[in-house]
């Protein structure tokens, strides 16, 4: 069975950081790329970052490119989000996902950006 675990997130002021993570189990992770997305209050899933099987390629939404930086290590099944420079318009549920499998995503890790 699939499973995908988020955490590390909280309450921030603007301009904080966080780090989320993302557990992986039940499937080989290493030969997945993995993508991260979020829901803000209202809002629609969208495409934050997403990282390649071996963590050689990344890409980033506009909106977050330069502030947010995605990663992973294959040797412990876990893909991260370093979010820098948060802004309140980061604040949002934060999924991590199989590339091209959103429905598939964990329960979420709420972030919250505000003073």
């Known amino acids: 069975e699939v499973q995908l675990v988020e955490s590390g997130g909280g309450l921030v002021p603007p301009g904080g950081s966080l780090r989320l993570s993302c557990a992986a189990s039940?499937?080989?992770?290493?030969?997945?790329?993995m993508s991260w997305v979020r829901q803000a209050p209202g809002k629609g899933l969208e495409w934050v970052s997403t990282?390649?099987?071996?963590?050689?390629?990344?890409t980033y939404a506009g909106s977050v490119k330069g502030r947010f930086t995605i990663s992973r290590d294959n040797a412990k099944n876990t893909a991260y989000l370093q979010m820098n420079s948060l802004k309140p318009e980061d604040t949002a549920v934060y999924y991590c996902?199989?590339?091209?499998?959103?429905?598939?995503r964990g329960q979420g890790t709420q972030v919250t950006v505000s003073s």
């Open positions: 996902a199989k590339l091209g499998d959103y429905a598939g």
């Open positions: 990282i390649g099987p071996r963590g050689i390629s990344t």
């Open positions: 039940g499937f080989t992770f290493s030969i997945y790329g």
